[in-house]
């Protein structure tokens, strides 16, 4: 079995900044993209940003400029400094990582997912 734990969300005011962290352990044989999602109530789960192993980087267009997904290799985990918060970032996180198991099927595994509240 595989396990990604975050941590780092909580309460912050507009304007301030939020570390989530995530590491992944257990049965993996290899990970490529690590990454993070947002789902507001009400709305679907949506792609924040994302790195692959390579360090390629992607991010939602709203996050751009404010927002750095980084990535530790060796640790399987992912990191994304959330600075200029904005109410609107106002989600639950959740961290996502794709790659194979050891048995080497492919797989996508999920997080528990981190609350992230920025309100004054």
């Known amino acids: 079995q595989v396990q990604l734990v975050e941590s780092g969300g909580g309460l912050v005011q507009p304007g301030g900044s939020l570390r989530l962290s995530c590491t992944a352990s257990?049965?993996?044989?290899?990970?490529?993209?690590m990454g993070w999602y947002q789902q507001a109530p009400g709305k679907e789960r949506e792609l924040v940003a994302q790195i692959t192993s390579d360090g390629s980087t992607n991010y939602a267009d709203s996050v751009k400029g404010r927002f750095t997904i980084s990535r530790d290799n060796g640790k399987n985990s992912v990191f994304l400094q959330m600075n200029s918060l904005k109410a609107e970032d106002t989600a639950v996180y959740y961290c996502?990582?794709?790659?194979?198991?050891?048995?080497?099927?492919?797989?996508?595994?999920w997080g528990q997912g981190t609350q992230v509240t920025v309100s004054s």
């Open positions: 257990g049965s993996i044989f290899s990970i490529n993209a």
């Open positions: 996502n990582a794709r790659g194979r198991d050891i048995d080497y099927y492919p797989v996508s595994w």
